[in-house]
């Protein structure tokens, strides 16, 4: 089956300062092998793209290493917003975080969420780490302001209703979601430990079967939210059977040893202690490890899975993976560029090594259906055989 070159709304690419997780080329590298030819990422780096000076160091890296289409977000903070017109003409969007989260870009306060949404234009959206009743702080934002409001990686049945209700009411609001979310819930988490860890957190069936009832109407993307960070920084791998990996498993406890634990240098701490404070008791396991889970590479054979499964169409994928994130965030077209996919392989993931540098996947070992076997980027074949090539070959006759 031959597919569009995709889209994914929501990376982390880790560059500039945390290139030991990601950079511009690995993280390229696994947006192709991922049949993924546009990605779209976020400004949580170090230092944070919340400045021109910033954001024109991140542009560089990304130009000069990327391997597809690279777009950046910028970030805001209430330190920065004089710089917001500025970084509009650049970014492709802005991004608001208004919850706790990996990084230190968290505003406060409805004074600053309303200057921050003044300063930014009409025609560039604004997107929001909003969780819970955050949620419907950008509704109401959205209602005020006028102003698109592109709400990340929804999680609860609450919110989506929330999200769907406010459409309904004409507001002018977007959403995606994660495979992570559509797939893993709040149990696959405590078996995963801190590679089950990740922003908003895993949820329970209800909420994972909300979001399956509105992959047909309220969902507008599906994004990664790929967020790649090292086994070093995860602590040991969970001990699980791999055999049953994916059965009901007795959750098993694993402890993280001093020297393995991830500890926060002075940048991120304001944040992580934040966190310590709010957090549920039973998830106090892995306060100290980094959230967020890669994605780049299982996204795809994730949904393709669910469309063999008649859970959506084949059709409704190619929406949510491209046509929907083209025309929200005004991305340009790219021609001759096309993604070959094997939608009936069946194989155990992941078919070929993976290439994000974090080396590793909450999905390790599950059962999927269907596989990218090429890429083609404007007429430059650059995956063949699900493999990314050094040398790109000409694939136009
Ligand atoms: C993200 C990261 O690691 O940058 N982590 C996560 O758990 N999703 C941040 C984010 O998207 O909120
Ligand atoms: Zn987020
Ligand atoms: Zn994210
Ligand atoms: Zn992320």
Redesign the pocket.
């Known amino acids: 089956m031959i597919l569009p070159g995709l889209i994914d709304a929501?990376v982390?690419l880790r560059a500039p300062g945390g290139e030991h997780k990601e950079d511009f080329r690995s993280g390229t590298r696994a947006a192709l092998a991922g049949g993924f030819t546009t990605v779209l990422a976020?400004p949580?780096t170090r230092p944070p793209l919340v400045s021109v000076d910033a954001f024109r160091i991140a542009q560089k890296l990304a130009n000069s290493q990327s391997l597809c289409d690279v777009f950046l977000y910028a970030g805001a903070s209430a330190d920065h917003i004089d710089e917001l017109p500025r970084l509009a003409n650049r970014a492709v969007a802005l991004k608001i975080?208004m919850d706790d989260?990996?990084?230190p870009l968290k505003v406060r306060g409805l004074g600053t969420l309303e200057r921050i949404f003044t300063s930014w234009p009409e025609n560039k959206l604004i997107c929001l780490?909003a969780e819970e009743e955050s949620v419907a702080v950008g509704v109401a934002l959205a209602a005020v302001t006028r102003k698109n409001v592109h709400f990340?990686?929804i999680s609860r049945r609450e919110e989506i209703e929330m999200i769907a209700f406010a459409k309904s009411e004409g507001l002018p609001v977007t959403c995606e979601v994660t495979p992570h979310h559509l797939y893993l819930t709040y149990e696959d988490g405590q078996r995963l430990g801190p590679y089950g860890?990740?922003?908003?957190r895993l949820q329970t069936q209800d909420d994972v079967d909300a979001l399956w009832e509105h992959i047909n109407t309220t969902i507008d993307i599906i994004s990664s939210?790929h967020?790649?960070?090292t086994r070093e920084e995860k602590g040991p791998w969970p001990h699980f059977n791999e055999q049953t990996l994916w059965d009901n498993l007795e959750y098993e406890q694993y402890n993280i040893t001093a020297s393995t634990a991830f500890s926060y240098d002075r940048f991120w701490r304001p944040v992580a202690e934040d966190v310590k404070q709010s957090e549920p008791p039973e998830y106090t396991l892995h306060r100290s490890t980094?959230?967020?889970?890669p994605g780049l590479e299982s996204t795809l054979p994730l949904m393709l899975t669910a469309a063999a499964q008649k859970r959506l169409t084949y059709e409704r994928l190619v929406e949510l993976l491209c046509a929907n994130p083209r025309r929200i965030f005004n991305l340009p077209e790219q021609h001759d560029t096309w993604v070959e996919v094997d939608e009936k392989l069946s194989y155990t993931f992941p078919l070929h090594p993976l290439q994000t540098k974090c080396g590793w996947s909450p999905f390790e070992g599950m059962r999927l259906i269907g596989a990218v076997q090429s890429v083609t980027l404007r007429g430059r074949k650059v995956v063949k055989d699900g493999l990314v090539l050094e040398q790109p070959e000409s694939d136009i006759n």
Do not use: L
């Open positions: 929501h982390h976020m949580n975080y989260t990996y990084g780490h990340c990686h860890d990740m922003r908003p939210d967020a790649p960070h980094p959230p967020g889970v």
